[in-house]
């Protein structure tokens, strides 16, 4: 069907993976300002699976990489970086149904689910919209010829399943799929000078109204630490203390 | 949901720092469980080789060095003072009135597996004051003291020789007072470094030293012994850092110093004795340090190349250009890299193998002001072609990544063998012509090669680039005389001509005590002398019989006394 893969990866801007969350003083939400936020992990492995494609030089041609995020005005650091892995494009905006069908998208990588929201949903809800097959939690993708067959393997209880499809399609990706590469300088200098399109919901003729509002966000009951002994004496004192002996 | 998903996510959920390899497992590796233990094997686990093969004992590989007759044996009676002393049954290991030899063996020896002792009592005072009960008595029994804390040292000089009681400062672990508006925290010296940094992070400040032990090294070692670290480009030395310190002569005399001032000139500035000294005059059980606030925005890249021509030229563009947010220039040749490789199995960052690496740091209050600074600085250095490949970490787990491949050497070098340690300072422009040197001398001698019929497996050079600051690694299958003979005294030498230092920030311990002279000269030795002499002194009384005149003479002569003895200067 098609003379090549015009891949779209959408990804998000999270607080960093090693750091600690902390809930703001509001408690409407986890505290973001000044905290290191990165690149979604699993939708890094999704942009070092679709440059892999390309690398691969499979049946299908890679024709196009197009990166894209929604969020506020820090959200191009982490396009750059997309693109520093080897995106060719990226749009910065509000909405995906309408990009993948105004860009003429015929497959969609994007990580199972964001490391702040947990909520995994993503790439299912844009599959339902676009009535589009979907093989989620990738660990292997592999374009098997020309018409746009797609095999994808992914790990369930106790084995592995492969599907098969046709594009266009939509594919999360899981932590096994591959080992992003790290930005190189040569590449986060090209990365500056790829097209990096500003695009807002009016631009796809959609509104957005807030179905639900977030109450309270507290954090779990802090663990009680455990306490230190000199010796054996020390123990057998606690213990009795302690009622256990 | 596989099991190594599970893991993944709960360590993910746990937020705890996690190794690049278990977080994005390779393809090929199919079982759960295989995963696992690659991500083990990186870094985490200690030497591999423990307990396979005794450890020499340090009498044995050094027969010049005999135990000095003046001190005493322990006997049973010292050992019941200690005990009633300290109190606590955890505060005394008794190898004296009963057999604790497992129980000693981690006090006896040293992490490299160099260095042994015979000790047969270790002592944990749990405040200053039994500190200076446990010297006094000491000192009026003569019974030699080595202070130690977390054992981390490369020189042997936290380790006892013979018999030396240890006096390990692992139980005086409090942190007394920080004040956030100077930034002054006060410790006591068996506070682990990582801990009192954890400690600063959450008061956002930062403690002005970094080293690859933090988990493990105290912070009064760490003043004993005036370590220098990864940062000391950008925070300075202990001696500047460290405020006040409290400390214990060998007579007991408690030195009460802990000043919180940024500024004193009354009188002499005695707590510098005690910075670097490494335990020979007294024993440091607390500290005062100013700590700067802790960076907001921290940048890491990784970069590759050509020559050490190049490397000089990076180093300079990076100081002009990234002048007040440098944090780091370290460097790393291709083969210590290659070394990490091998004992790790990670992948390396760079596509291209380079004979040179540089991991450059920078550390700021404004990501995006450091950013722009730092794009300018690599966009200069690619352009002109001083760099000819790198990365930049994108986030916190890039960042540790990256580090690792600087900080994760000495390590990988003990899994793969002993290694000579050399840690010299040299002028810049001559820094890596010894590590050239040193391997061509050793190859013409027929001791480089990649099978195990060759003692030496590699000569690897890598350091503190921003200091002067080298160190020259000669990794052996096993500890080799001749090999040794081959580089000592020859490296000390050749340091000698250039004016360096042959212990830039290990210190002296019982390794290169004997080669002082190659850089200090007979007169500060000489001083160094006396002020030993005058803080640990010990009196030996002598009654002479004089034939001629039928009547004694008694005479004191004044010895150096029980501190650290058989080591330092």
Redesign the interface.
């Known amino acids: 069907m098609a003379s090549g893969l015009r891949i779209l990866v959408p990804v998000k801007r999270v607080i ?6 902390r809930i703001n003083k509001a408690q409407t939400g986890v505290e973001t300002a ?1 905290v ?1 936020h ?2 979604n ?1 699993f939708d890094e ?1 999704s942009i070092e699976e679709a440059v892999r494609l390309r690398e691969r030089k499979g049946p299908l041609k890679v024709e196009n990489i197009l990166a894209l995020s929604a969020g506020g005005p820090k959200t191009p650091d982490v396009l750059r ?1 997309a693109m ?1 892995m080897g995106a060719d494009r990226a749009f910065h905006i509000d909405m995906l149904r309408g990009v993948v069908e105004k860009e003429n998208i015929n497959l969609v990588l994007l990580g199972k689910q964001a ?1 702040d929201g947990d909520q995994g949903q993503t790439g299912q809800m844009l599959a339902g919209l676009l009535g589009w097959s979907q093989a989620n939690q990738a ?2 993708v592999e374009i098997k010829d020309e018409s746009g067959t797609v095999e994808v393997t992914h ?1 369930v ?1 106790g084995g592995v399943e492969t599907l098969r499809a046709k594009l266009p399609m939509i594919i999360t990706t ?7 590469r ?5 590449n ?2 090209k990365a500056k000078k790829k097209p990096l399109e500003k695009k807002t919901l009016a631009d796809f003729g959609v509104e957005d109204t807030r179905r639900l509002k977030t109450v309270k966000v507290t954090e779990p009951p802090p663990r009680k630490g455990g306490g230190k002994v ?5 123990l057998v004192s606690k213990l009795k203390e302690l009622g256990a002996l | ?2 099991g ?2 599970n893991l ?1 996510a709960a360590l ?1 959920r746990a ?1 705890l ?1 996690r190794p690049r390899i278990l ?5 090929s590796t199919s079982s759960p469980a295989t995963a696992t233990a690659t991500a083990l094997r990186s870094f985490s686990a200690s030497s591999l080789r423990a307990d396979t093969k005794q450890i020499k004992y340090t009498s044995d590989a050094y027969p010049n060095i005999k135990r000095d007759p003046k001190f005493a044996e322990i006997s049973a009676d010292d050992v019941k003072f200690f005990k009633e002393l300290l109190g ?4 005394v290991i008794d190898g004296v009135t009963t057999d604790a030899t497992d129980d000693l063996e981690p006090f006896n020896s040293d992490w490299m597996r160099k260095y042994r002792g015979h000790t047969r009592l270790v002592l944990k005072p749990g405040s200053t004051e039994e500190v200076s009960k446990v010297l006094k008595y000491c000192n009026d029994r003569k019974l030699a003291v080595v202070p130690q804390g977390g054992n981390t040292g490369l020189v042997g000089g936290s380790v006892p020789v013979f018999d030396e009681i240890v006096v390990n400062t692992s139980r005086m672990n409090k942190i007394r007072s920080f004040d956030a508006a100077s930034g002054v925290l006060v410790a006591d010296a068996g506070v682990i470094l990582e801990t009192a940094d954890s400690y600063l992070a959450e008061r956002e400040h930062l403690f002005p030293l970094d080293l690859g032990a933090k988990g493990s090294c105290h912070i009064g070692g760490n003043v004993s012994t005036n370590a220098g670290g990864l940062r000391l480009l950008r925070y300075g030395s202990l001696h500047g850092t460290v405020l006040g310190l409290e400390a214990v002569l060998p007579d007991g005399t408690i030195v009460e110093s802990l000043s919180t001032l940024r500024k004193n000139n009354t009188g002499y500035d005695l707590k510098q004795l005690f910075i670097g000294s490494e335990g020979t005059i007294g024993l440091v059980t607390a500290v005062s340090i100013i700590c700067p606030p802790r960076p ?1 925005a921290v940048n890491v ?3 590759g190349l050509e020559s050490f021509e190049q490397v000089q030229q990076a180093y300079l563009a990076a100081k002009g250009q990234l002048s007040e947010i440098l944090s780091a220039f370290e460097l790393m040749d291709g083969r210590s890299q290659g070394l990490v490789i091998e004992s790790t199995g990670n ?1 390396h ?3 291209g193998e380079y004979p040179f690496y540089c991991l450059i740091e920078t550390s700021g209050s404004n990501s995006e002001h450091d950013m722009a600074k730092l ?1 300018t600085f ?2 200069n250095v ?1 352009g002109e072609g001083i ?1 000819a ?12 990544a990256l580090w690792r491949w600087r900080e994760g050497i000495t390590e990988a070098l003990s899994h793969l063998g002993g290694t000579y340690k050399y840690d010299v300072s040299i002028p810049l422009s001559e820094l890596y012509q010894l590590v050239e040197d040193c391997k061509a001398r050793l190859t013409e001698k027929g001791f480089v090669g990649d099978d195990d019929s060759f003692p030496v497996r590699a000569v690897v050079g890598y350091g503190h680039m921003g200091d002067s600051n080298l160190h020259l690694n000669v990794a052996v299958r096993q500890y080799n005389k001749e090999v040794e003979k081959a580089i000592e005294p020859w490296v000390y030498e050749w340091i000698q001509k250039r004016n360096g230092s042959i212990s830039a920030e290990h210190g002296m311990g019982v390794a290169k005590k004997e080669y002082i002279g190659y850089s200090q000269n007979e007169t500060m030795v000489k001083l160094m002398k006396q002020l030993k002499a005058l803080y640990d002194p010990v009196s030996i009384f002598l009654s002479l019989n004089s034939s001629r005149c039928d009547h004694h003479t008694n005479v004191i002569f004044w010895q150096n006394g029980i501190m650290n003895p058989y080591k330092y200067i």
Do not use: W
């Open positions: 960093d993976y090693a750091i600690k969350p000044g290191k990165s690149l992990p492995l970086t520093a490391i660990s292997k790990e209880d899981d932590l096994r799929l591959n080992e992003p790290y930005a190189s300088l040569p986060i200098m000199d010796d054996v004496d020390g | 949901m596989s190594a998903r993944s993910r937020r720092p977080a994005r497992p390779i393809l606590s049954e955890s505060a907001k890249a990784y970069f992948k960052p760079l596509e794009e690599l966009e690619m760099v490949d790198g990365v930049l970490a994108q986030d916190e787990t890039q960042f540790q």
